[in-house]
């Protein structure tokens, strides 16, 4: 059903899209404050301007794994330089299946490279999608 937002919790984050007219591109508003734009592969009739849709989640998934990872190590004063986080995101499988691989450089003690593996595993991104989700319409 389609409607308007009469309450926002104020925890809550925010995303609306907007079509651009004779387009499959569309330009998406983050909680009122950031644009970012889609649009499809022209092999599907888009114009291959920005990522697809579906491309985002994998997306997040590493820039929140990377985010997490540079925010736990500042705060403990380490040694972390750079970060690098790939996401192979198997859309079509059932389960859907995402492959991470993390890279760190610095120096790092073993036992501070184990906690950062233990670290990335809480990233808010990844723990909304093994948590399940419930959609309202």
């Known amino acids: 059903m389609l409607g ?23 330009e998406v508003v983050v909680d009122g404050r950031h644009v970012l734009f889609t649009d499809e592969p022209e092999a599907v009739g888009g114009g291959g301007s920005a990522p697809a849709p579906h491309e985002l989640l994998p997306a997040a998934l590493a820039a929140c794994i ?31 299946r995402f492959e991470i691989d993390i890279a760190v450089t610095g120096d790092l003690t073993e036992a501070q490279c184990t906690m950062l593996d233990k670290v990335a595993g809480a990233c808010p991104v990844r723990r909304a999608i093994e948590s399940g989700i419930h959609f309202e319409e």
């Open 4 to 26: 308007t937002i009469d309450h926002v919790d104020v925890m809550s984050l925010t995303a609306s899209s907007r079509s651009v007219p004779g387009t499959l591109r569309q």
């Open 66 to 96: 990377s985010t997490t990872l540079v925010m736990y190590a500042r705060t403990k004063e380490w040694d972390l330089d750079t970060v690098r986080v790939d996401v192979d995101y198997d859309h079509r499988s059932t389960p859907k």
